[in-house]
């Protein structure tokens, strides 16, 4: 089993007052950062080799497929399902881990109340599906799934579901919507206590990401928003999946504002594994820092 880049030497909960966070991976999958980043010539991301070098395999990308499970109150918000075991992933093959990562850190699948989906493309959505003998069930038994109506809207436009992004769709969230088990949202709402989803649209119509705060204590689940740790830092550098670049952009820098303002953990999906840290400033220049 192939555990993610610093696995092993850092604690997978972190302790936001009394929310609990659990870092969990669908593993990492290696790839080109030309796919994501067309406009970026390779050397622009040398000075980043040093400062993450868990994130690089030689020139190319290291992604951790990040999930994280929020408890408080007697209730277990899930953020994101991974890729899934749904073969190769720009390109490359994706583990398929989030399940057995999961029993490794005693998360049952039937603990699960909420599965939070940031959005709706297809490395965040892989296991809501089971992908066992059982395909036509949900994979959290006991669990509502929720996502901003903008996304379900675009995702399932008839422009949409016939495209590249269609497959995921049409397994793993389609279904979900048949069943009776999705909760769509139209702004600010709150899961559980300490932990709100609110709109951060740019990467897609619907992103949403999670403000947890508890105790004077704050942290910021932004998703997608930025899709590396080097975003963190190359707030304006053009971002492919990106639906709408401008407004990327500008949640990117939004959202690393409020965090340095506020002081809040910053975690995000394709950050380095666990997935939290703290934005630093730096000869000027902000960075995102891992935390232990
Ligand atoms: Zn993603």
Redesign the pocket.
């Known amino acids: 089993m192939a555990l993610p880049p610093g696995a092993g030497s850092m604690s997978h909960t972190l302790k936001i007052g009394d929310v609990t966070v659990t870092a969990l991976t669908d593993g990492s999958v290696t790839f080109d950062p030309h796919i994501l980043f067309p406009k970026t010539p390779t050397g622009a991301w040398a000075p980043y080799y040093d400062r993450f070098p868990e994130y690089f395999s030689g020139p190319n990308f290291r992604n951790n497929?990040g999930s994280f499970l929020f408890s408080s109150g007697g209730r277990n918000v899930l953020a994101?399902t991974g890729f899934g075991p749904h073969g190769s992933m720009l390109g490359n093959p994706a583990p398929g881990e989030l399940l057995r990562d999961m029993a490794r850190k005693g998360v049952r699948p039937e603990d699960v109340n909420t599965v939070f989906l940031t959005?709706l493309?297809g490395?965040?959505v892989g296991w809501n599906m089971r992908e066992d003998d059982s395909p036509e069930l949900p994979t959290f038994p006991n669990a509502r799934y929720r996502v901003h109506e903008h996304d379900w809207a675009h995702f399932s436009s008839d422009e949409m579901m016939s495209g590249p992004r269609a497959e995921a769709m049409v397994r793993s969230v389609v279904p979900i919507e048949r069943l009776g088990l999705l909760d769509l949202m139209d702004g600010k709402t709150q899961l559980a206590p300490g932990v709100e989803a609110f709109p951060t649209p740019g990467h897609t119509p619907g992103h949403m990401s999670l403000l947890i705060s508890s105790r004077n204590e704050r942290a910021l689940l932004i998703?997608?928003i930025a899709?590396s740790p080097m975003q963190v830092t190359e707030t304006e550098w053009h971002y492919s999946?990106d639906w709408d670049a401008g407004m990327g952009r500008q949640a990117r820098r939004d959202i690393i504002e409020r965090a340095v303002e506020e002081d809040a953990v910053v975690i995000g999906?394709?950050l380095s594994y666990p997935g939290w840290g703290r934005i630093i400033t730096w000869e000027g220049r902000r960075y995102w820092k891992a935390l232990d």
């Open positions: 497929l994101d959005h493309h490395d965040h998703g997608d899709g999946p999906s394709h």
